[in-house]
């Protein structure tokens, strides 16, 4: 495998970014109340990914080291406010359908932390393939909540009905108690593959230390000399 | 004037408690959870940040991207006063009162990611909030952060005791457990105010 096509299989499968490295649960939780918001989340993301990483991965050797969080801070922002402004222009459905989450999308910790523990360290394509690999699992992720959630808490799918009317639908699954009991079933499904074939690594979130996780746990300077 | 405020905080903190239902702050709800004593100081060190930063964002708003037709850039405007001001907080801790700085200081720079900081400031706005009504919604939002984490780390506490089927270990069983908290958060919702 080239090491392009395996940054994808790594952001995809190997550290997918919500359920493996368990970042940006906020949007994960909030927006997947259906498949299609899920999946415009999900896009949403993924291009603000690609194109921060692109654009820190080509400025790691201008910006300098003390204050590289400020500057990735302002890159960000200032791509989610064209992300912003665009979905108000042309998809003011799904704008007003994910809210407040789509400013939000500066705060989430898949953007800093592929920054932090990747982007500034390689050279652009690579940066580039990264930023497509996690958006692509991100919004995979998101989408097949989303589809769970949709499926059992209003009978749909992509917004068209599939279970018959003479059964209900379990409402709790598209209110707040559904999306983190999803999640924890997913999760726990996921270990118990692991553990049948014996691999170790159960699935560990990052402890609230977002800019600094990468798979191989927290690298925050501030918990190593005082563990929290 | 009194009563409406007071409606605020209670809306904020348990009706639509910020991380049970609104989902902002996850990452932190989750990750710094373990233990209670810990919590809590994670918990006044929010209450702290969201109550000045909702202030300086709304004044910020009000004063001066509103005059200058400049409302579309609040999110970068408004996670850079975020990111200036726990740095601001930080250094003053570490000069005038060491102790604090030893017991919160080091959750301030978790604070500038967590989404409900900006999330607190970004939803005042939409409501059209002024000054007094913005700092208010921001200190109950940050009294319903503080009480759910620490409700929390109290039940994970206990669950460090159990015996937990081995994949529900970690992070399902967590999850679980705040998808029991949301159920009983949802009561609040009832309330006729």
């Given at each position: 495998m080239n090491k392009y096509a395996e940054r994808i299989y790594n952001g995809v499968v190997k550290e997918n970014p919500s359920l493996i490295l368990m970042l940006g649960m906020c949007p994960t939780l909030a927006v997947t109340t259906s498949a299609v918001n899920g999946i415009g989340m999900g896009l949403s993301t993924l291009a603000v990914l690609i194109f921060s990483n692109l654009i820190i991965s080509f400025m790691r050797k201008i910006i300098p080291d003390q204050v590289r969080l400020p500057a990735y801070i302002v890159i960000v922002a200032?791509?989610?406010?064209?992300?912003?402004?665009?979905?108000?222009?042309?998809?003011?459905?799904?704008?007003?359908?994910?809210?407040?989450?789509?400013?939000?999308i500066v705060v989430n910790c898949i953007i800093l932390g592929r920054a932090e523990a990747y982007a500034n360290k390689v050279e652009p394509g690579l940066a580039l393939f990264d930023g497509l690999g996690m958006g692509l699992g991100f919004t995979i992720a998101l989408t097949l909540i989303g589809m769970i959630r949709e499926l059992l808490g209003s009978g749909k799918l992509f917004g068209f009905s599939i279970l018959p009317d003479s059964v209900s639908?379990?409402?709790?699954?598209?209110?707040?108690?559904?999306?983190?009991?999803?999640?924890?079933?997913?999760?726990?499904?996921?270990?118990?593959?692991?553990?049948?074939?014996?691999?170790?690594?159960?699935?560990?979130?990052?402890?609230?230390?977002?800019?600094?996780?990468?798979?191989?746990?927290?690298?925050?300077?501030?918990?190593?000399?005082?563990?929290? | 004037m009194n009563t409406s405020l007071l409606l605020i905080i209670i809306t904020t903190a348990l009706v639509n408690n910020v991380v049970l239902s609104q989902f902002l702050g996850i990452c932190s709800f989750l990750g710094v959870s373990?233990?209670?004593?810990?919590?809590?100081?994670?918990?006044?060190?929010?209450?702290?940040?969201?109550?000045?930063?909702?202030?300086v964002a709304s004044l910020l708003y009000d004063f001066l991207l509103v005059p200058l037709h400049l409302e579309y850039l609040e999110t970068i405007v408004?996670?850079?006063?975020?990111?200036?001001?726990?740095?601001?907080?930080?250094?003053?801790?570490?000069?005038?009162?060491?102790?604090?700085?030893?017991?919160?200081?080091?959750?301030?720079?978790?604070?500038?990611?967590?989404?409900a900081v900006l999330g607190v400031a970004l939803t005042n706005v939409q409501d059209g909030y002024n000054f007094i009504q913005s700092v208010t919604a921001g200190f109950g939002t940050a009294v319903g952060y503080t009480i759910s984490i620490v409700l929390l780390a109290g039940i994970r506490e206990r669950?460090?005791?159990?015996?937990?089927?081995?994949?529900?270990?970690?992070?399902?069983?967590?999850?679980?457990?705040?998808?029991?908290?949301?159920?009983?958060?949802m009561g609040f919702a009832g309330l006729s105010l």
């Open positions: 200032s791509l989610v406010t064209v992300v912003d402004l665009l979905l108000q222009a042309y998809a003011p459905d799904l704008y007003a359908a994910l809210g407040i989450y789509i400013p939000l639908p379990i409402a709790i699954f598209v209110k707040a108690p559904g999306a983190f009991l999803v999640i924890a079933l997913i999760i726990a499904v996921m270990n118990a593959l692991h553990i049948k074939n014996n691999s170790a690594d159960l699935v560990k979130g990052c402890d609230g230390c977002c800019n600094h996780c990468s798979k191989s746990g927290c690298q925050n300077e501030y918990k190593e000399d005082k563990p929290v | 373990k233990q209670i004593k810990t919590s809590l100081s994670l918990g006044v060190a929010v209450i702290f940040v969201i109550t000045l930063s909702s202030g408004f996670i850079l006063v975020i990111a200036a001001l726990v740095q601001i907080v930080e250094m003053f801790l570490k000069k005038t009162s060491p102790a604090i700085y030893n017991a919160l200081g080091i959750y301030l720079p978790l604070i500038t990611t967590n989404c669950i460090d005791e159990a015996s937990v089927p081995l994949p529900f270990r970690g992070a399902p069983v967590v999850l679980l457990s705040a998808a029991l908290m949301s159920i009983a958060f």
